[in-house]
């Protein structure tokens, strides 16, 4: 079944889209921005857990709590959800490059961690941020994408009308944040581009 997407926001070099999920009242989104730049670049900034708290929109809180390998990490996570009552989570994250030197990075839910009683804890929640390189313009398709059920009483209705804040926003401040060159240096494990 093709995913019916409908643009919501178009600002800024940054386009949002929102789907209904097949399963779940809380939509889907879906951000799309094209950017100048290295693809290790941008991968330096998805490693980085202890910084997502200043670029991921309503991130609170984020640590690495256990790191199997340079592409392979759990972490936790809480955002704001004012008025509502704080979220957290535990997420797998893996990284991995393809043939094509796109890269993918995939989040999902951990639900064996203890809970913080002071969050609800979100535990249906995936992401990924896909990197595609485009050679010719030494430019990066920067696309993330997701879903969550925020758990507690919060209607999908109110939740759904708020989705347009968090992809946008998150894509704006990386964008800041590898332009103001945080993330200069080359990732060992990454290749950027292909040279034949």
């Known amino acids: 079944m093709t995913t019916q997407w409908q643009k919501k926001l178009d600002k800024k070099g ?3 889209y929102t789907a209904k ?3 779940s009242p809380y939509d889907r989104y879906k951000a799309i921005m094209e950017v100048e730049g290295a693809l290790s670049h941008y991968v330096a900034l998805l490693q980085d857990v202890e910084n997502y708290k200043n670029w991921m929109h309503t991130t609170v809180t984020s640590k690495l709590i256990k790191q199997s390998s340079v592409v392979d990490n759990i972490a936790y996570i809480s955002t704001r959800a ?3 009552k704080d979220r957290d989570y535990y997420a797998k994250i893996t990284l991995h490059q393809n ?3 796109s890269v993918v990075s995939s989040w999902n839910c951990c639900n064996d961690y203890p809970i913080n009683t002071s969050c609800i804890r979100l ?4 992401s990924t941020v896909k990197l595609l390189p485009n050679n010719q313009k030494n430019r990066i398709v920067f696309i ?3 879903h969550a059920d925020p758990g507690g009483i919060v209607p999908h209705t109110i939740v759904n009308r708020f989705l347009i804040d968090i992809p946008f926003n998150t894509l704006l401040r990386a964008r800041k944040m590898v332009g ?6 080359p990732v060992s494990y990454i290749e950027d581009y292909a040279t034949t």
Do not use: C, L, M, N
Request: overall charge negative.
């Open 21 to 23: 999920h097949p399963t």
């Open 82 to 84: 004012f008025p509502a």
């Open 123 to 126: 535990r249906d929640f995936s």
């Open 180 to 185: 103001d060159g945080k993330y200069s240096d």
């Open 144 to 146: 993330f994408e997701g």
């Open 14 to 16: 940054i386009q949002v």
């Open 99 to 101: 043939d094509d030197h």
